[in-house]
């Protein structure tokens, strides 16, 4: 079995980039100036995961102000809408607007993954909103059915997914509205069928894809999670009593990912609990590659509580490779 | 002197009102922890032109507008014992905020909001002055907890503490009193619903002498229903006009009788309300509950609005 360690999707922007950021917006500096300043954030947050010992890296994200933005902002037929809240978080997301077809016009995050696999040695994955959820937390103005959405969604994020193919080891579709605990049984099953579509849609092998679900997990929805056909990301932190239900339903899939440090908690987790807690899981679930990871995004913890949860997830890293030697 | 509050149709507020600019300077030197003679003088300053604009716009229950609070859960947990404010957390885009943190246990040992409870009664004109404060669960789910590791365990001591601050103000003559309880529509466990009310019990169960108010706005507020009715709450008040009276249909179907406090106007909105549409909001409520059972009163604070619009 492979093992990865690895945050599952951002990291918190570094003083010196929220600074930037609005001195950028203010006029106070120049786009060279601006990108001069990001590239350090970046190199910054590159480091510190690789110096926690991670081995499967994330550029941070440390430009998107939320999982849809960066494609809301560069497909054409959206435009942004109202701040709404990201699901249960203290933490909110513009609604996209669909009111043209959409279209893909160029890469959106191909420059930030070339840059991040041209500064590390180490495996890298690459992140990108998945299409039912893209579609669920969007506002359509415009097509009328769900169904004609979606089709245009799978082929802007098929598009999107070969530009990077080359670039990225793991491909990460984040689908959270797939767990949202408000669906109904009918509703979850149409947005399993969305993901398999996009990913028969794309020509990267499967064993290379992630859909990650986060902030729920409950039997109902975890036995239709099961006919993803790619690797899921499990939040094992949010939910309860999510470990049971991954333990009591079992799992078959060739790649699975680990929410197990609480990326929405700063209460000090024991790296030895939590290799603890994986190797149990680890008794009745037999995976090709496995990631160890964060539930979820890192946006809501301050900067220096997310650094302490890549010490941890580098610690687990370890004591699981030195318990399998 | 006295004033006599009306038997039926009572007006009242939220909690918040416009920060007036003495405020937003007594803020800036709190935030440098320069609590001194001028910072109490610009809040009383504040708290007293809010008063006034209450007192002419002939609210019968009144309250201090929150000119002391920046935010009201960081307001409290500075004044609480077990927080400190966290590095900033993202809220949306690149706006931060600092968010408290549990780092100890939770303890009341001081006064908080009892001398402007007194400064307010002096002001009102013999209108009674309701308290207002940020109940358990969402002084709990908008803090970070690096104590307790127990929302349960933490929550209790939350609403332990709140109620030495409750019991402080009833003596000092409060009956009117408000827990704000925002986070609590934004959740969908059952189970925080039902861990709410134990803590209200903790918090205000024992002074059946006031009458306890709890506020929730925006979000799943169907999500409460049937735990809240069970509540020891007098009066539950909601936003109403912002979704449309929707959740008038929901107290019809649990054959609610406890108080409403009755939302009629947006506060997510500059457009003022006509007397006719607010009339019109009175009447959808007159429908299930009889005059003396509502309060008429805005869906939430009014301090995201212009003080004009407010």
Known sequence: MRLYAGICGSFPRPPELRKAINEFREGKIG???FEERYRSSFRMVVRLQEDSGLNLLTSGLLLWDDLLRPFAENLAGIRLGRLLRFFDNNFYYRCPVIVDQIKWMRPIILDEVRSLSEVTSKAVKAI???????????????YGSRDRLADDLIQVLEREIESLSDLADFIQIDEPSLVD??????????????????????SVPRDRFLVATYFNLD???????????????????????AEDVLRREGYSGD?????VVDSRSIFPEKPEDITGRVEKILEGVSVNALIISTSSWLDYIPFENAVEKLKILGEVLRRLEAGSR | ?????????????????????????????????????????LVRRAIA????????????VIADGEQRREDMAVFFAEELKGFRLSGPVRIFDNVYYRRPVIVDKIEWDHEIIVEDFRYVTKLSKGRPVKVTLTGPYTMYTWSLDRYYGDMRKAMLDLAEALSMEIRALVKAGARYVQVDEPALSTRPKKEDVILTGE???????????VKRIMHVCYGKLERLFPEVLDFPIDQLDLEMKNSNYALLKLLREYSFDKELGLGVIDVHSEKVESVDEIIEGIRLGLEILPPEKIYVKPDCGLKRLSRETA
């Open chain 1, 31 to 33: 786009r060279g100036e």
């Open chain 1, 128 to 142: 990108i909103p998945g299409p039912y959820t893209f579609l669920k937390l969007s506002e359509d103005r415009f």
């Open chain 1, 181 to 202: 605990p408000e669906l109904g049984e009918d509703d979850r099953k149409w947005g399993v069928e969305v993901v398999n579509r996009l990913l028969e849609a794309v």
């Open chain 1, 219 to 241: 039997p109902g929805s975890y036995s239709i999670l099961l006919g993803v056909e790619a690797g899921l990301h499990l939040d094992l932190s949010s939910a309860r009593d």
């Open chain 1, 255 to 259: 790649l699975l990912s680990l929410g």
């Open chain 2, 1 to 41: 002197m006295s004033y006599e509050v009306p038997g039926k149709l009572v007006t009242t507020v939220v909690g918040s009102y416009p920060y007036f600019p003495e405020a937003l300077k007594a803020l800036q030197l709190r935030r440098r922890g320069e609590r001194g003679r001028e910072y109490e003088e």
């Open chain 2, 49 to 60: 032109r809010a008063v006034e604009d209450y007192l002419s716009a002939g609210i019968d």
């Open chain 2, 199 to 209: 803590a209200l019990e903790i918090m205000v169960g024992k002074f059946s002498n």
